[in-house]
């Protein structure tokens, strides 16, 4: 039932700040990850994890890319991710005790299970799995599971299962870098820092109107480009799916350091650049290159915090978002471009959770 909203994907939208809750729930207290909440054998599988091999499809592919900056910068652990379509079909060097982890919402998409049953074969160290969806065939195959609590998902452009694979993933960041020396005093200062992401949600949603005024803006264009640096990459990735897929507006990602080795050439008038842009470290070489694409007179649209300091001009419309920790920034940073593609896609009158050619889950291949 849709309640008071137009669409799945607008509730599914809205139902963050609470489903976020429900997948820490039990799972962290107020300062620490509690790993036998991951599984009676989790320390032991986690021991001596040495590389992870993450393996997704879509979106949930986009969470485990940003898992992967979590993963070697908190875990210090090499970590290669993959979609499970390239995977399944080519060799691959195994490395000495690989955790294979796979990340789906459905847990019945039929290349990642592929990929999974023949990495089981090829002999990793023990199988992970993130999913949404209790007793789907990826629950039972692996051996350590941990589910995510966003309930049904009806919309197809996945929301809700996106925010809570981060929230399972940066739970399970914490537990494998606890074996790997992160200190007591980073893991509550990131636990803590994860307490306040659905709150930062909240606000985010209440940007709602702006972000919906913005939208006009892209009624009318055919391309955009999204930009962002280190683990608001795959951000900016996810964001430019949900626009293709529920707008038919061709969206393109690209890290913002490759704009000059390409990509470039494309930004005139007709080519809107969003880019997603906290306070962190990078944010300062983000802004040079907004100059690149201003001087171009392309048309910005810069998510931000007030704290990096990016005024709006002409052709530069900012939203400033709360301020957040650099490690929790990739969950709070996706909710305003799910935002701008379901009111772009309202606009262009699409079927915002029925899109054209695409099936919720894709258990063929
Ligand atoms: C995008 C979307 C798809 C799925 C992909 C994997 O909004 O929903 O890209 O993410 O088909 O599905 P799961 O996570 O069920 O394996």
Redesign the pocket.
């Known amino acids: 039932d849709k309640g008071e909203y137009r669409h799945y994907m607008l509730k599914e939208i809205h139902e963050q700040p609470r489903v976020i809750k429900a997948t820490m729930e039990g799972r962290v207290t107020a300062s620490r990850v509690l790993e036998q909440a991951l599984g009676t054998e989790a320390g032991d599988l986690l021991k001596d994890v040495r590389h992870v091999q993450i393996i ?6 986009h969470a485990g890319m940003v898992a992967r900056y979590w993963i070697e910068d908190l875990a210090d652990i090499p970590c290669s991710v993959e979609v499970a379509s390239e995977f399944r079909y080519r060799k691959h060097v195994i490395q000495q005790d690989t955790l294979f982890l796979c ?7 039929a290349d ?1 299970l592929a990929a999974l049953r023949q990495a089981k074969k090829a002999g990793f160290r023990a199988a992970l799995a993130i999913c949404n969806v209790p007793g789907s065939s990826l629950v039972r195959e692996s051996d350590l599971v941990i589910m995510t609590q966003a309930g049904p998902e009806i919309g ?3 929301t809700k ?1 996106f925010t809570t694979q981060l929230v399972a993933l940066l739970i399970f960041t914490l537990a494998l870098a606890r074996k790997n020396g992160l200190s007591e005093e980073r893991e509550t200062e990131i636990v803590q820092a994860l307490h306040l992401v659905p709150g930062q949600v909240n606000d985010v949603l209440a940007l709602e109107g702006e972000i919906a005024e913005i939208s006009k803006r892209f009624m009318d264009k055919n391309h955009s480009l999204f930009l962002g640096r280190g683990s608001q990459f795959p951000v900016a990735m996810e964001g430019a ?2 626009l293709k ?1 529920i707008s038919y507006i061709h969206a393109e990602a690209y890290p913002a350091g490759e704009l000059k080795h390409g990509p470039l050439a494309l930004v005139d008038s007709e080519m809107p650049v969003i880019t997603v842009a906290p306070n962190n470290s990078m944010a300062e070489k983000l802004k040079s290159n907004l100059e690149e694409v201003r001087a171009r007179g392309g048309e910005l649209f810069v998510f931000a915090d007030s704290s990096a300091n990016i005024k709006p001009e002409e052709n530069i419309h900012v939203v400033q978002l709360p301020e957040v920790h650099e490690i929790t920034a990739p969950i709070v940073y996706t909710v305003p471009l799910q935002l701008l593609s379901y009111h772009v896609a309202v606009l262009k009158g699409t079927d915002v959770d029925q899109p054209r050619n695409l099936a ?3 258990t063929v291949e």
Request: net charge neutral; with cysteine.
């Open positions: 997704a499809c879509g979106t949930s592919y990340i789906s919402q459905s847990g019945e998409t990642t197809v452009a996945s299962a799916l949900k897929e919720k889950s894709v």
